[in-house]
């Protein structure tokens, strides 16, 4: 067991403040009521500095992309987004909450899984490519899935939504990666992100208190759902491919594409669409999906961080930060 470890990700100043802030929604969730109006240029902000390590036109050559496209697609839109819908719909009959579970069901997967899977020794090529590649499903199978499942909603408002906080930040990650400003000032983009990330969670466990604290099926269902399509499938998935024989580095892919949503994005969505408890689902997922990273690392342990932190991949460089709760020496 790596506990060492665990505590220097817990003690981690970037970890720390996503804790920090996930505590301080419980106590000044008054706040939370100003804060939301912050919440999408947060992550645009966020979004943006973590896409900016990658040159998304270097991607799309079909030999490329096709395998992990499909392992991502695999995993995390059906295996883990289905999980999301199919056990939102057993267990709760409140529209609202099955929109948050649709919505998280149709989100990219997390900025974070490249990262992970560098530093739980994983197949980094394919976690870049796959993310990347599920960032630009994502803006299609998210409405698309919202209005299959027949959900009253104001369908520009989604739209508009969806191209604030997947696609600008895929534009101005590509702009932004050109310029002088980006080289500079890449030593601080961990702690922007962190930084933005940790203010977004504080803001939805505020507007949320109220259901979280009260223990009610507004909070009970998504806890139940985040754990069991997070901590239950990542275990599955974990002992099917072991009794396969499957190589390390694949297992470390296929859990992350299938227990990890860009739950802050889908939270966002949820809120601003259709309100405070549409974001649930997504917001108890961030601590459980940290939890789980967490349980990770204490199996397996993580690259020292004295290793180097640029890795070469498939013809360009990327710099392995932490996009998103990670233990990184900036």
């Not at 199919?86 to 929109?99: E, I, M, V």
Request: hydrophobic fraction near 50%; charge should be positive; charged fraction near 10%.
């Amino acid at each position: 067991m790596n506990f060492k470890t665990l505590a220097n990700l817990l003690l981690n100043q970037h970890n720390f403040i996503l804790i920090v802030g996930v505590g301080a929604g419980f106590f000044f969730y008054s706040v939370s009521q100003y804060s939301q109006h912050f919440i999408v240029p947060l992550l645009i902000v966020a979004m943006t500095l973590s896409m900016s390590r990658v040159d998304i036109k270097q991607m799309f050559s079909p030999a490329q992309i096709i395998r992990p496209t499909l392992i991502m697609l695999v995993f995390n839109f059906i295996l883990l987004g289905g999980a999301n819908v199919l056990l939102g719909y057993l267990l709760t009959k409140d529209s609202l909450l099955r929109a948050g579970f649709i919505l998280l069901a149709s989100a990219p997967p997390s900025l974070a899984i490249p990262a992970f899977a560098y530093n739980l020794k994983g197949n980094i090529n394919a976690s870049l490519v796959g993310t990347t590649m599920g960032y630009l499903a994502s803006m299609a199978i998210m409405p698309l899935a919202v209005g299959i499942f027949g959900h009253e909603y104001d369908i520009s408002k989604l739209l508009i939504t969806i191209f604030q906080i997947i696609f600008l930040p895929l534009l101005l990650s590509q702009i932004y990666r050109t310029t002088k400003i980006s080289r500079q000032a890449e030593k601080y983009h961990g702690y922007i992100i962190n930084w933005c990330i940790a203010v977004v969670a504080f803001t939805l466990v505020g507007l949320n208190h109220a259901s979280i604290v009260s223990s009610d099926q507004d909070m009970i269902v998504p806890l139940i759902v985040a754990i069991v399509t997070i901590f239950g499938l990542g275990e599955v998935i974990y002992l099917v491919c072991k009794r396969r024989g499957i190589h390390h580095s694949e297992i470390v892919n296929y859990i992350l594409f299938g227990t990890m949503k860009k739950w802050a994005g889908a939270s966002a969505v949820a809120l601003v669409v259709f309100g405070a408890k549409a974001s649930l689902p997504g917001a108890i997922a961030i601590s459980v999906g940290f939890l789980y990273y967490c349980w990770l690392v204490i199996r397996w342990g993580i690259r020292p961080s004295r290793e180097k932190r640029r890795v070469l991949i498939s013809g360009y460089q990327i710099a392995i930060r932490c996009p998103f709760l990670l233990n990184s020496s900036q």
